[in-house]
């Protein structure tokens, strides 16, 4: 009987690549606002290229990328002459309206109705790599749970979410099912701690040949309450 439903949420819930690409906009414009000495000393494009070395430097910030982006900007800073101090305050404000826009979001069609369908049934938690804020985007009520790669310190597909996905809900992994975008980090991860899985393939992305197809798949969320009576036997 299945009673532990999990989402991932970017490209799942919502389409995130615009989410980012207006926050990164979003953010610039206030650091030419606010700090246009700043600005004028780097771009996005910089700061982007910065993130990529540092995590050439350390992987380990795929784990965290809240930390990433603000020693990103902040070491942008510092390169284009601003002392630590300077650059670490610049960045933490600019981080926070980053992530206010970040969490500005346009559900998938159908994508409510179907959580908050769910919700009566099931224990809903939502499982991401992403920093998403359920409480700003508005649906926190609805999850049991939120575990995330900084909260939990492994980004999927390591099993470490998952398995805390199954402590927090007190079910047996055969009762849990996972429903995510990504071939990898979301389908199979799942399938390998002895989740179900769901590939919800909204984005409209090619199955990589070197995994197993998966078994259910949906190109809309509506689709989705007809397939769990398939998990319940």
Not at 216 to 230: A, G, K, M, N
Request: contains cysteine; hydrophobic residues 45%; proline residues 5%.
């Amino acid at each position: 009987m299945l009673r532990l439903i999990t989402f991932d949420l970017d490209n799942t819930l919502w389409p995130v690549d615009e989410v980012i690409r207006r926050a990164e906009r979003t953010c610039s414009e206030w650091i030419a606002s606010h700090h246009p000495d700043a600005a004028a000393a780097l771009s996005a494009q910089q700061i982007r290229a910065v993130r990529d070395q540092l995590v050439l430097e350390n992987a380990g910030y795929l784990d965290n990328l809240t930390a990433l982006r603000k020693d990103a900007m902040a070491r942008a800073f510092m390169q284009a002459g601003f002392s630590e101090r300077e650059a670490r305050h610049i960045a933490g404000e600019a981080f926070l309206v980053f992530h206010d826009a970040r969490n500005t979001v346009t559900f998938f069609p159908g994508a409510m109705d179907v959580l908050e369908a769910l919700a009566d049934s099931y224990t809903l938690g939502a499982l991401s790599n992403g920093n998403a804020d359920l409480g700003r985007i508005g649906i926190r009520d609805l999850f049991a749970f939120h575990h995330t790669a900084e909260s939990i310190g492994k980004r999927k597909p390591a099993p470490d979410m998952f398995h805390a996905a199954l402590r927090s809900a007190s079910v047996p992994a055969n009762q849990a099912l996972h429903v995510g975008d990504h071939p990898q980090e979301d389908i199979q991860a799942a399938l390998d701690q002895g989740f179900h899985a769901v590939w919800a393939n909204l984005v409209d992305l090619r199955w990589p040949d070197t995994l197993l197809q998966p078994d259910h798949h949906i190109h809309h969320l509506r689709e989705l309450p007809d397939l769990l009576p398939l998990f319940d036997d």
